[in-house]
């Protein structure tokens, strides 16, 4: 398990390197760098691909003592790596993440695929959203980390009032397990929160600053607070469109591995970058 030394963020990195630049795969707040598993023996066939475990996910373990952002380890696990310039991917926090990070170093961003964007990109607390909210933080305070882990998985795998037999008990035990670990890394991280740097002014106030080809991929089955932010962040920014899946909720990825990849693949051969099923 390489750990980046610069950063203390735990990366996986394979796939020849050269000119066409980085496919770098940033993961959700209910999961960790495992969740591109389906994905990950494909791309690195081809493409030099990097995937990270966010602070507080995964192997990435070490708790901030300074001043930190998740954009800005994202970015500084970059330039350690030597990525001069990166297709990020993102999936919910990890779509905020790359947003931030293309706003905030956009010479290192050549296009963002932006999967069930959330994080730091859901500006409007929808009743859904707080419903969410309300049930994870009652199942934390009463420290039942399981009923938290289950609401979790309620509202992003299922899909508000989804049945929990809707994907494959596969999926939703691979997604509990990630989510548990991130519950129990940040179990005594309270205090970090008052570390944590935000973008200022927030991403939402600043899309039209992006200049780079965006894709906004979302499910129709998913909480309707991301179902909104996709909508600001196409109409924001300028060269950006979305696509949207019948049937599928907050991690399409997961869900659809096959079509997720395609999609994938798609993106990155039109944005020049050589990925292709038939190349």
């Not at 796939?15 to 591109?36: E, K």
């Not at 409007?124 to 199942?139: K, P, R």
């Amino acid at each position: 398990m390489p750990i980046c030394h610069a950063t203390g963020i735990a990366y996986d990195r394979a796939g020849p390197t050269d000119d066409a630049g980085t496919v770098v795969l940033i993961h959700a707040g209910i999961a960790d760098r495992r969740m591109w598993d389906p994905q990950w023996s494909h791309l690195t066939v081809r493409h030099d691909t990097v995937r990270l475990d966010l602070r507080g996910f995964g192997e990435s373990t070490a708790r901030p003592t300074e001043a930190w952002a998740p954009y800005r380890d994202l970015l500084e696990t970059l330039r350690a790596l030597e990525v001069e310039r990166a297709d990020l991917v993102g999936c919910s926090y990890g779509a905020g993440v790359a947003v931030e990070a293309a706003l905030a170093e956009p010479g290192r961003v050549a296009s963002l695929l932006l999967c069930a964007p959330g994080g730091s990109l859901l500006a409007e607390e929808t009743g859904q959203l707080a419903a969410f909210v309300a049930a994870e933080d009652a199942a934390l305070e009463r420290g039942d980390v399981e009923a938290a882990v289950e609401a979790n998985l309620a509202w992003w795998v299922d899909g508000p009032d989804g049945p929990a037999d809707r994907v494959a008990p596969r999926m939703r035990a691979a997604v509990a397990t990630m989510q548990r670990r991130a519950f129990e890394i940040t179990a005594d991280w309270d205090d970090v929160d008052e570390l944590e740097i935000e973008l200022e002014p927030g991403p939402d106030q600043r899309y039209g600053e992006i200049a780079v080809p965006t894709l906004v991929l979302c499910g129709d089955l998913d909480v309707d607070a991301v179902t909104a932010a996709a909508a600001c962040l196409t109409d924001g920014i300028q060269d950006a469109r979305s696509i949207t899946w019948p049937g599928t909720a907050h991690l399409p990825s997961m869900e659809r591995p096959d079509s997720f990849l395609t999609l994938l693949e798609e993106w990155l051969e039109e944005r020049g970058t050589g990925l292709s099923s038939t190349s």
